[in-house]
């Protein structure tokens, strides 16, 4: 299958903002639930956001500060990341299914 891929991440300072968006093979991904993950240094993966046709998700630790919208005519699921804190460094990955990009890394400095 086509890999997503994720793009956007760098290097900000906290209280800053990035948005990272993730490309899915075609237009099909319009309607596919599509969720955002990330694995901070030294710890296990965990779930930050998440789209499907009619609702939105957020891990609580992300609530307000963090969200996830559709651009359909780029087929991209994107994540707006306001306000971030040094403990939102991470490598972030999008899914789809059983389908994941590589990740795009995020690192926020105090």
């Known amino acids: 299958q086509v890999p997503l891929v994720e793009s956007g991440g760098g290097w900000v300072r906290a209280g800053e903002s990035l948005v990272l968006s993730c490309e899915g093979p075609?237009?099909?991904?319009?309607?596919?639930?599509v969720g955002w993950f990330r694995q901070p240094p030294g710890k296990e993966r965990e779930f930050v956001a998440s789209?499907?046709?009619?609702?939105?998700n957020y891990a609580d630790s992300v609530k307000g500060r963090f969200t996830i919208f559709r651009e359909n005519a780029k087929n991209t699921v994107s994540l707006q990341m306001n306000s971030l804190k040094p403990e939102d460094t991470a490598v972030y990955y999008c899914?789809?299914?059983?389908?994941w990009g590589k990740g795009t890394l995020v690192t926020v400095s105090s």
């Open positions: 075609g237009r099909t991904f319009r309607w596919n639930t």
């Open positions: 789209i499907d046709w009619n609702s939105v």
């Open positions: 899914n789809a299914g059983d389908n």
